[in-house]
Nanobody, 126 residues
Framework: QEQLVESGGGLVQPGGSLRLSCAVS????????VGWFRQVPGKAREGVSC??????TTYYATSVKGRFTISRDNAKMYLQMNNLKPEDTAVYYCAAADSGYGCYSHGITQVEYDKWGQGTQVSVSS
């Protein structure tokens, strides 16, 4: 069974850090482009960061650039989040794209991602 499971979310004060992990089972993560997305109630899900499976190109949304770092190994993907702000509060999802597309230096194409985790809540508040 193909599965992605996020962990590492929680409540943190502004300026704090969290590291999200996404464990994969049932498929080889190395063959997929991977990404992190987030969603707040009433708003569309937005792409936060991604890594292209081919050349390793990464993308960061403007709002997180310089604060978040995406990484991966053969079985997991990660999102290191530093200097968190209240506006980072959201449910964070990891996702994988079988096509290999969906991650470019200038943006992330959500429609390409066909495998999704269940989400983990990140709350930033004092």
């Amino acid at each position: 069974q193909e599965q992605l499971v996020e962990s590492g979310g929680g409540l943190v004060q502004p300026g704090g850090s969290l590291r999200l992990s996404c464990a994969v089972s049932g498929f080889e993560l190395a063959y997929y482009t991977v990404g992190w997305f987030r969603q707040v109630p009433g708003k569309a899900r937005e792409g936060v960061s991604c890594i292209n499976r081919g050349d390793g190109t990464t993308y960061y949304a403007t709002s997180v650039k310089g604060r978040f770092t995406i990484s991966r190994d053969n079985a997991k993907m990660y999102l290191q989040m530093n200097n968190l702000k209240p506006e980072d509060t959201a449910v964070y999802y990891c996702a994988a794209a079988d096509s290999g597309y969906g991650c470019y230096s200038h943006g992330i194409t959500q429609v390409e991602y066909d495998k999704w985790g269940q989400g983990t809540q990140v709350s930033v508040s004092s």
